[in-house]
């Protein structure tokens, strides 16, 4: 989509489910997953050091489309000021050279996991966490349940950052789109919960849920609420347009981070999806809070 024009929710009919169980794909080719925990892993340090920090956390997140319009992408977050200053940036649909480039272009720490080698393009196709301050305990959650017409997998990527010092544990998610069902769909959400342990905190889960009804939002809040996490993104509204309506598809959820602020750029040429953020006070970790 080239920029975004207004939407309108409606009715979601038996037409609209069958345009949506193939949304986002294209080829019934089987891909070539990274089934190993461990990797690959790609990581690298451009950030700036002693970044001065002020109590708010700026989280943003982007599902770049299959990672190709990176340099569009550079020039969009710093023309807006609720991206450029972002303290964490999460991102969905990256290979590990656009990843590489935006973290260099933007002084930004990162750790980058691939999912699988896409048949779109036949580059890599995973998560990444950038981040103003050192990451450390870089993790690769596999998800349960495959794409049933290709075999692909979906991954999200944990770790933690040391925000001036003390520990926040951050989440980089990407779930399948309606080839798989709804129950599917919340099970990888809620693989995604089950890896945030009740004494990691405090906790911030991002990225591409592929929510499209009210339903699927509601379903989502429920089982990050369960955890402990809110959805502090609720205010961004749609994030991607689907047979000509716009759908709530990214999300940020947080526990132990009031939000102060939260929305989604208002267009964009890079991507199918609006990049969202977040404003989140951040009073350091509480008594109990795990240690990196």
């Keep these: 989509m080239r920029g975004h024009r207004s939407w309108r929710v409606g009715v979601w009919g038996g037409a609209l489910a069958l345009l949506l169980s193939l949304w986002g794909v294209r080829t019934a080719r089987t891909v070539d997953n990274y089934a190993d925990p461990a990797g690959p892993l790609f990581r690298g340090e451009y950030a700036e050091p002693a970044r001065p920090f002020h109590g708010e956390l700026r989280i943003a997140t982007w599902n770049i489309r299959y990672g190709e319009a990176v340099e569009t992408a550079v020039a969009e977050i710093r023309q807006n000021p609720h991206l450029r200053d972002a303290d964490v940036l999460l991102l969905q649909e990256m290979d590990e050279t656009g990843v590489a480039a935006i973290a260099q272009r933007l002084a930004y720490n990162y750790v980058y996991f691939p999912a699988s080698v896409h048949a779109h393009h036949g580059r890599n196709f995973g998560n990444a966490i950038l981040a103003r301050w050192p990451i450390t305990r870089p993790e690769k959650l596999l998800l349960p349940y495959a794409n049933p017409s290709n075999a692909q997998r979906r991954i999200a990527v944990k770790a933690t950052i040391l925000v001036d010092g003390a520990p926040l544990v951050v989440v980089s998610t990407h779930t399948e789109t309606y080839w798989l069902g709804r129950r599917e769909r919340i099970a990888q959400a809620a693989a995604v919960a089950t890896a945030v342990a009740p004494g990691e905190g405090p906790v911030i889960v991002g990225g591409d849920f592929n929510s499209v009804t ?53 267009e964009t040429a890079a991507s199918d999806h609006l990049p969202v953020w977040a404003t989140l006070a951040w009073s350091g970790p509480q008594s109990g809070d795990g240690q990196p």
């Design 214 to 266: 009210a339903g699927d939002v509601a379903l989502l809040e429920g089982v990050f609420t369960a955890v402990g996490l809110e959805r502090v993104s609720a205010a961004a509204g749609p994030t991607v347009e689907v047979a000509g309506m716009g759908v709530s598809a990214d999300h940020i959820f947080a526990r132990g981070l009031p939000v102060l602020a939260a929305g989604a750029a208002a």
